[in-house]
């Protein structure tokens, strides 16, 4: 599930279309609807579709907002085929495009490439929307009773998921905004005290269209969730006589039996439906806790007392929680839009307060920073355009937890720079311009080569000779790039996979001293807990799960110094593991071989 992506330069609008197959009906009239030219302002246009719409022109422009950040995205659609800032979908589920374009009698085309007729057509849409939910056929009379209008122009897939969909807009309203669009043109929204009537979203109906072996029931875990519950008989590993890879998951009862210590992030690689032809295939070896698609439609596969085979780590497997992105690590900048992030950080703060899952990179975890457990490759997902300050911060917000407490030590430094704490997109969403891996130098300079990678220097998702964000490392010198670049280059020990085109190979990793190259303004000092590695032979042997007689994945010398998230106590046992930061991934020593060292305050 990890094909991978060529590159393209188009970004997703800010919230994906939550799909649905509501029949809308057209917006009659005519004369007022003549066509709008293509200099019009985006003022004139909210003000202009308000008037012959009726349509509250504040829930015009948070929707334009919402949707596109004010952008047309250059007439591109979204991949559920979405055009404009309104987001005019054209796709098996729906098609308010065509709608709109007979509502307006303009070309389609011109609703896609006129920011001006998107936003008319837009209100044309949900003022049909409105007339078609009103007993008397009529206009809501007040803003808060457009609520179940704006749930059904959602199309969302399941109800929890409109909701979800309206109250963000009604969100924008109440809060106000002041932004421009592409071309520069500010437009603002004051905030406005609403009171939202929520009964009008009663009666309306989500989609149908719940994938093949899945139902809307009780039976999840997290509210609102879909139900693809794997069947037991058919995928549990636990009940002899069922043999892995004919079966695909454990039952448990975690957290009594298991500690549930990490919610890990993953990208499927493939569609919605494509994921559940693998996970729901009981020879496939492999399971997932839950999948969000691009909608933001959350789907449980697997419940949270049980442990699904999503890592290629037994020991992760045992204590976290897997949850599946739909989209493509070489490409996320075209797939992890507001819509996944939002419900996405909705369901890691669901986890983080259930199971007191510490608010962290060290426990919210990517894939691809979990470590192999034994000689060989693990993934790479969500990739380098995940944003995991963006991503952490919205899990804060939802869970209300603080964020873990680190001591102080000036020698350390954290990734956090602005590539990673929004989408850079003019329309709000991801641009390749938010990569966020940032490479290692053999020498104090970027003109130095780069350290040794382990595979195709093409690849963007190669996790060997380079960092992601919100991980912290500790630094033993620092420089400005001679090369004149502006970054600052910080000395770092890392595990590196220097053998690999060794004769014979190997893919035992050996720490070394590298430089690591940082953007002005995107490190942050002085927090985390360090620790020396100390070894009576000289080399440390590093492993890739806190477990007694594991296999040794990699060796570091003695005297280097790494930091530590935490600290585990082995299952079963009194034996004390410290975690490291070892190079992209995570990794494991035992405190016999660990010197803390001694925190020195920020500054000093």
Same mark, same amino acid.
């Given at each position: 599930m990890r094909r991978q992506k060529s590159l393209v330069s188009f970004a997703l609008p800010m919230l994906a279309a939550l799909l649905s197959a509501l029949v809308l009906t057209g917006f009659s009239g005519g004369a007022a609807r003549a066509n709008v030219s293509t200099t019009t302002s985006l003022n004139t246009a909210f003000t202009q579709a308000s008037q012959e719409s009726g349509v509250p022109i504040s829930i015009l422009k948070a929707l334009c907002y919402m949707e596109g950040r004010l952008s047309n995205h250059g007439g591109h659609p979204s991949l559920d085929g979405g055009y404009g800032c309104m987001h005019l979908i054209q796709n098996e589920r729906g098609d308010t495009l065509t709608q709109a374009a007979k509502a307006l009698h303009v070309d389609p085309q011109q609703l896609k490439s006129d920011s001006a007729t998107n936003i008319r057509g837009g209100a044309a849409v949900l003022h049909d929307e409105a007339i078609q939910l009103s007993p008397s056929h009529t206009l809501p009379g007040n803003l808060g009773d457009?609520?179940?209008?704006?749930?059904?122009?959602?199309?969302?897939?399941?109800?929890?998921?409109?909701?979800?969909?309206?109250?963000?807009?009604?969100? +924008?309203?109440?809060?106000?905004?002041?932004?421009?669009?592409?071309?520069?043109?500010? &437009?603002?929204?004051?905030?406005?005290?609403?009171?939202?009537?929520?009964a009008t979203a009663s009666n309306i109906k989500a989609a149908t269209t719940i994938p093949s072996g899945c139902q809307v029931d009780a039976n999840v875990d997290y509210?609102?969730?879909?139900?693809?519950?794997? @069947?037991?008989?058919?995928?549990?590993?636990? =009940?002899? =006589?069922?043999?892995? =890879? !004919?079966?695909?998951?454990?039952?448990?009862?975690?957290?009594?039996?298991?500690?549930?210590?990490?919610?890990?992030?993953?990208?499927?690689?493939?569609?919605?439906?494509?994921?559940?032809?693998?996970?729901?295939?009981?020879?496939?070896?492999?399971? +997932?806790?839950?999948? &969000?698609?691009?909608?933001?439609?959350?789907?449980?596969?697997?419940? @949270?007392?049980?442990?699904?085979?999503?890592?290629?780590?037994?020991?992760?497997?045992? #204590?976290?929680?897997? +949850?599946? #992105?739909?989209?493509? @690590?070489?490409?996320?900048?075209l797939w992890y839009n507001a819509a996944q992030y939002l419900a996405s950080a909705k369901l890691t703060a669901y986890l983080v307060n259930k199971y007191n899952i510490p608010l962290d990179h060290d426990h919210i975890v990517s894939h691809g920073t979990v470590p192999s457990p034994s000689l060989s490759t693990n993934h790479v997902d969500p990739g380098p355009y995940w944003l995991w300050t963006y991503y952490l911060n919205l899990v804060q917000q939802e869970s209300g937890a603080p964020f873990t407490a680190k001591s102080k030590d000036s020698h350390i430094i954290t990734l956090k720079p602005s590539t990673d704490k929004k989408p850079l997109g003019k329309n709000g969403t991801e641009t390749p311009a938010n990569f966020n891996f940032f490479y290692l130098y053999t020498g104090?300079?970027?003109?130095?080569?780069?350290? =040794?990678?382990?595979?195709?220097?093409?690849? &963007?998702?190669?996790?060997?000779?380079?960092?992601?964000?919100? +991980?912290?490392? !500790?630094?033993?010198?620092?420089?400005?790039?001679?090369?004149?670049?502006?970054?600052?280059? !910080?000395?770092?020990?890392?595990?590196?996979?220097?053998?690999?085109?060794?004769?014979?190979?190997?893919l035992l990793q050996s720490a070394h001293l590298a430089w690591l190259a940082v953007p002005p303004g995107a490190a942050v000092e002085g927090q985390g807990t360090a620790v020396t590695l100390n070894d009576p032979s000289g080399t440390v042997p590093i492993y890739g799960r806190p477990v007694t007689g594991t296999t040794v994945i990699a060796t570091a010398p003695s005297n280097a110094v790494f930091v530590s998230g935490y600290t585990y106590v082995e299952d079963g046992t009194t034996n004390l593991w410290y975690e490291i930061n070892y190079n992209h991934r995570q990794a494991w020593v035992p405190a016999s071989a660990i010197t803390p060292v001694q925190s020195i305050k920020a500054g000093k």
């Open positions: 457009w609520y179940g209008t704006l749930v059904a122009y959602s199309h969302a897939t399941t109800h929890s998921t409109a909701l979800m969909y309206a109250d963000a807009l009604f969100k +924008i309203v109440q809060n106000g905004f002041s932004a421009p669009n592409e071309t520069g043109e500010v &437009v603002t929204l004051a905030p406005e005290s609403v009171k939202v009537n929520k509210p609102g969730a879909v139900d693809c519950i794997l @069947d037991p008989n058919a995928y549990d590993c636990t =009940p002899p =006589p069922a043999v892995y =890879p !004919y079966c695909t998951y454990e039952s448990a009862n975690r957290p009594t039996d298991l500690s549930v210590n990490y919610v890990v992030i993953h990208d499927t690689e493939t569609s919605l439906q494509g994921a559940l032809n693998v996970f729901q295939s009981h020879t496939s070896g492999v399971s +997932i806790n839950y999948i &969000v698609d691009t909608d933001g439609t959350v789907y449980e596969l697997v419940h @949270d007392k049980d442990f699904a085979y999503h890592v290629g780590n037994y020991w992760y497997n045992q #204590h976290s929680v897997g +949850i599946e #992105h739909v989209g493509y @690590d070489a490409t996320g900048f104090p300079s970027t003109q130095s080569a780069r350290i =040794p990678q382990l595979g195709d220097p093409t690849d &963007v998702t190669d996790e060997t000779n380079n960092v992601e964000t919100n +991980i912290s490392y !500790y630094y033993l010198a620092k420089v400005k790039d001679p090369a004149g670049t502006g970054d600052t280059l !910080y000395e770092i020990w890392y595990g590196e996979s220097d053998q690999a085109h060794s004769t014979p190979s190997s």
